[in-house]
Each structure stands twice: as structure tokens, then as C-alpha cells.
């Protein structure tokens, strides 16, 4: 074995080492924070109701455990249908306005238009054409997740190499197959992008709706804990929100890595 080879074969393992201490830090940032807001509030005496400490709220979420869950759950299923019937929604609008230009003229304006005013202002419409219920949350959150999904798609759609279109036409593929082979396997990566984005508004559209009228949801619980100055209930919320977003988006990204073929240059990120 020459040396050349014996480097190749040893080059891995430090590289894994570095990645994996690289991982590390963004979790020893977040004890050490844990630790200076534990201190902070012993030190200065800081009363629970105005911020209590990680102990406190750690303590609490083990104890209103089974509250804290049957929230978690009923929030995940707000955020998931929505999240769904906005990718469907989404894609299908998409695919239309691609296909027919005039569409696109017709409807994205009133899709900009839609996106410029506040869901807080949206939300109690669909409260009241709907009711304060299950589907009252699915819309709001459909109407703040599809966006995002629809520019992300859209800019996939018309970013198609023209030569790759030029052979297409060249061998008489029809707009079915120029759509199917062409432009949505090249619009992956911009696809993955707005989903991606849309992941974090779904947790907000939920919320948003929740705050609004809801009995249930970890948005009602971070009402009802700052109505009644269980300030630590608002931070287990707050907390298992966190985690339902950052899981969410972690998900997306693992699936964008097992489905797109390659990662766009530059993401097109648009925010409400």
C-alpha cells in the first residue's frame, strides 16, 4: 500500500470527528445559555410569574405531562392537515399557471395581494365563514403556508434550461412530458425550498388561529398561561413549538435530500 492510498483511507475518520464536534457547538451554546438564565434568575430573585427558571419550567412540564401532550397533539394535527392541503393546493395552482400563461396573469396578482395583508386580519373571516373549529384552523394555516410553496414553484418552473426545453421539442415531447420529465424534476430544488419555508408558517398559521378561538392547542395553552401567570406553562408551550417546527424542518430537509436531485444555488425565500 502506498502512502498516497494509506492518507486516502485515514482522511475520513478526521473529517467525521470534525463534523460531529462542528454539531456539538450549537448544543453547548444553548447549556450554557440554559445555565446563565438558571443563574440570572437566582441571582436577581426574579419572580416566577415574570420568567421562571429551566428548573421550573422543566419541573413543570414533567408534571402536567399528559396536558401538555393531548396539546402537542391536537396542534400537530392542525399544523399537518393544513401544511398538506397547501402543498396540494400549491403545486396544483402551480402546474396551471405554468401551463397557461394568461392564468398566471389573472391569479397572481390576487395571490400577492392576499399575501400583503396580515393573517391576524384574515384569520377572524375564516373564524367566522367557517366557525371556531377544526376547519377554521386547517384554513388559516393553508392560508399562510401556500404561498411561499406557490413563488418557490413557480420561479423552479421558469428556471428550466431553454436548450433542455428546445431538445425537448425537438424529439415532439408533448406539454405533458415536457412538464413531467422536464420542468418538475428540475423545479425539485425551489419546490423543497418553499416547502421548507412553509414548515415554520404552518407552526404560526396553528398558533395564530389558536390564539383567535380554540379550547385546545399549545397556543391556547400559552394564553392560558399568561392569563393566569403561569408563566412557566407559556414557556412549556412555547418550547414544544420550538421543537415541532425544528423537527418539521429537519424532516422536509431529509426528504429533499432523498428526492431532489441536486440543491438550487440560491434559494428563493419568501417570508409573510
Not at 422543566?58 to 399537518?80: F, G, N, P, R
Not at 408533448?174 to 421548507?196: E, K, S, T
Request: charged share 15%.
Amino acid at each position: 500500500m502506498t502512502f498516497a492510498e494509506d492518507e486516502a483511507e485515514n482522511t475520513p475518520a478526521p473529517r467525521a470527528r470534525s463534523k460531529h464536534l462542528q454539531g456539538l457547538i450549537p448544543v453547548g451554546f444553548v447549556v450554557v445559555l440554559i445555565f446563565l438564565w438558571e443563574l440570572a434568575v437566582l441571582v436577581l430573585e426574579i419572580p416566577p410569574f415574570l420568567l421562571p427558571a429551566p428548573s421550573q419550567i422543566a419541573k413543570l412540564m414533567v408534571d402536567e405531562w399528559s396536558l401538555i401532550q393531548m396539546h402537542t397533539l391536537y396542534t400537530i394535527w392542525s399544523i399537518l392537515s393544513g401544511y398538506v392541503m397547501a402543498a396540494i393546493f400549491a403545486l396544483t395552482v402551480s402546474a396551471l399557471m405554468i401551463r397557461f400563461e394568461l392564468l398566471e396573469r389573472i391569479i397572481m396578482p390576487i395571490f400577492v395581494a392576499l399575501q400583503s395583508v396580515p393573517k391576524i386580519a384574515i384569520a377572524p373571516l375564516i373564524l367566522v365563514w367557517v366557525g371556531a373549529g377544526a376547519g377554521s384552523k386547517v384554513l388559516v394555516v393553508m392560508s399562510i403556508a401556500f404561498f411561499p410553496i406557490v413563488i418557490n414553484t413557480m420561479a423552479g418552473f421558469k428556471e428550466v434550461d431553454r436548450g433542455l426545453t428546445d431538445v425537448f421539442r425537438s424529439v415532439d415531447a408533448n406539454q405533458r412530458q415536457l412538464f413531467l420529465r422536464l420542468r418538475l424534476p428540475y423545479a425539485m430544488p425551489y419546490i423543497f425550498a418553499g416547502l421548507r419555508i412553509a414548515t415554520t408558517l404552518s407552526v404560526l398559521g396553528a398558533i395564530v388561529a389558536e390564539w383567535l378561538a380554540a379550547s385546545n392547542g399549545l397556543g391556547y395553552l400559552v394564553l392560558s398561561g399568561s392569563f393566569n401567570f403561569n408563566t412557566a406553562r407559556s414557556f412549556a408551550a412555547i418550547i414544544m413549538l420550538a421543537l415541532i417546527g425544528t423537527s418539521f424542518f429537519a424532516l422536509m430537509s431529509w426528504v429533499e435530500s432523498k428526492l431532489s436531485w441536486r440543491r438550487a444555488s440560491g434559494d428563493t425565500t419568501t417570508q409573510a
